[in-house]
């Protein structure tokens, strides 16, 4: 490190003193040191914010797998289970190593159902302020689906509204490329014998507001339910008092 210093000063013209060479070499060797140290620093730390960002997204994930699949497994099981009457009761027990973390519990078989899934459907998803841009609206009675674009898919949906409907098909809204409505959408989903969710449809209950040369246009149904909002929450705000 001297070296290098002492080799600047060697190489300078002798009009430059000592004094500002050695001042200037010195600088120079600090100012990419820190640089270089700053640099190593910011990177580090990015790289450990998106390892933890990516951590942090993984657990919730997997969380969210491990219990669609454990509950499906567990109901798949009692299933079998129940179908031989001499099954009286399960005896269950966690153990870690070898080591039991929680001790023996027995489930008689009248308790069996309840680890039992009803049904494959599992509880919808509910977006009251979803933005849909429609590529294909229906203009014609019947059981058609809509074509429009959510977080960047295409989706096909059930539009539910009657009252949006009926204001698409006697002409009182007309769609333009890139015509967009604010809704109340239901993300409909099951899960199968693996334990793995399926979205199997989107349905549209009610139309907030509809867009007209991007201006957004309140419908009488997103009115009345806004107007509706709005009293609960004055109501609310009195008994608060």
Known sequence: ????????????????????????????FFED??????????EKAQLEYDIAKIESETKLLCRAIDENVIKKKKSNYYENVEKYSKVKDISVSI????????????IPRAEFSQYILSSDDLEPDVNENATIEIVSPVLKKGKYKWVGI????????NMKSNEFKTLVQTGGIEFKNGSSIIC??????KINSEGEVK??????????????????????????NRQKKEAERMQQNLFDL
């Open 1 to 28: 490190m001297f070296v290098a210093i002492l080799g600047s000063i060697c190489t300078t013209p002798i009009s430059t003193t000592l004094e500002v060479v050695t001042r200037q070499a010195i600088e120079s």
């Open 33 to 42: 040191s820190e640089i270089r140290k700053l640099k190593e620093k910011k």
């Open 95 to 106: 153990a870690d190593n070898n080591k039991t973390i929680i001790k023996e519990s027995k």
């Open 150 to 157: 959510y977080n960047e898919e295409v989706i096909q949906f």
């Open 184 to 189: 109340n959408l239901i993300t409909n989903k």
């Open 199 to 224: 979205i199997t449809g989107y349905d549209v209950t009610m139309v907030e507001k509809y867009f007209e040369n991007d201006k957004p246009i309140e419908t009488p149904e997103g009115r009345r």
